[in-house]
């Protein structure tokens, strides 16, 4: 019986090896929202990692026991924001480059760096104070074959997160949501 139930873990591994073997290291997705308003008031939201408590999942509200901590300067090249706490774990993002009022390089590091991203935001006008916002998710995973495969499982796992934050930068930039809410 538990050289049977050996054999089929390690049949398991095995799988996971092989598929691994097969899966591109390499992933890429996005979410997208269009926000009715003046495009530096949505550039300056999304650039300022102070405002990241209000409208995305690194808020009190997601997580009651989050600690931010910021750089001294919050918005631009270079800034960063680290959190830590039950619900969200711990790490770091910081600005990378930024193309006023129209890109947002921003990198990003989970579980003490183990987990690496990068999030670009693009501002794309598509008619008078009406941007098309779009949050991509990109970078490698470990070489491994259980990593490449949770690299395929991101955009489920970080999508409604993603819709979520997206849909409260627009609400807020918007008007319809205050930095008290």
């Known amino acids: 019986m538990i050289t049977n139930i050996l054999i089929v873990i390690a049949g398991l591994f095995a799988c996971i090896i092989v598929v691994g073997i097969f899966i591109p290291r390499a992933y890429r997705f996005h979410k997208t ?12 939201t ?33 800034s960063w924001m680290e959190w830590k706490g039950k619900k969200m774990g711990a790490g770091k993002m910081e600005i990378s480059a930024t ?23 693009t501002l794309e006008e598509i008619k008078e104070e009406h941007y098309a916002v779009k949050w991509t998710v990109s970078g490698l995973t470990k070489r491994g074959g259980f990593a ?12 409604k997160d993603m819709e979520i934050a997206l849909k409260l930068l627009q609400a807020y930039c918007e008007g319809k949501l205050s930095s008290t809410n």
């Open 33 to 44: 929202i269009v926000i009715k308003a003046d495009k530096k008031h949505i550039f300056n």
């Open 99 to 121: 193309d006023p009022y129209r890109e947002i390089h921003i990198q990003s590091a989970f579980n003490k760096g183990l987990f690496k991203m990068e999030f670009t935001f």
């Open 148 to 159: 490449k495969i949770l690299g395929r499982m991101l955009p489920k796992m970080m999508g």
């Open 46 to 78: 999304i650039d300022n990692l102070s405002t990241w408590k209000i409208w995305s999942q690194w808020s009190p509200e997601r997580d009651p026991t989050i600690v931010l901590t910021y750089s001294d300067e919050t918005q631009g090249k270079e």
